[in-house]
């Protein structure tokens, strides 16, 4: 059964940055489809990024874009979000999620593409 494990949140200053990261168990990550996700307090989850089997696909979020990179691992089941100049607006619990596809195919940034989930991992951007 697959399992995905988030990490690396924590408290930082604005314009600072973080990695998260998304461990895959239970699964090869080549035929996983991964997207983050993040959820305020008070709103709704949003996408903020998604990727595709092969990592030659990504999509972003445009409050983001610029800012977040994400990425790949396959080797090591790993999927990585790299968040620079972070805002106060990017607090938010973030979660991986997975979707297993046979075939190639594009991400979604959408939640209900995605069949498996993280538990999260809590980022707080403050001074």
């Known amino acids: 059964q697959l399992q995905l494990v988030e990490s690396g949140g924590g408290l930082v200053q604005p314009g600072g940055s973080l990695r998260l990261s998304c461990s895959a168990s239970?699964?090869?990550?080549?035929?996983?489809?991964i997207g983050w996700f993040r959820q305020a307090p008070g709103k709704e989850r949003e996408g903020v990024s998604c990727?595709?089997?092969?990592?030659?696909?990504?999509n972003y979020a445009d409050s983001v874009k610029g800012r977040f990179t994400i990425s790949r691992d396959n080797a090591k089941n790993m999927v990585y979000l790299q968040m620079n100049s972070l805002k106060p607006e990017d607090t938010a619990v973030y979660y991986c999620?997975?979707?297993?596809?046979?075939?190639?195919?594009?991400?979604?940034?959408?939640?209900?593409?995605?069949?498996?989930w993280g538990q999260g991992t809590q980022v707080t951007v403050s001074s």
């Open positions: 239970g699964s090869t990550l080549d035929y996983l489809v």
């Open positions: 990727i595709s089997r092969s990592g030659g696909s990504t």
């Open positions: 999620a997975a979707v297993r596809k046979v075939f190639p195919v594009a991400c979604a940034m959408t939640s209900s593409f995605y069949g498996s």
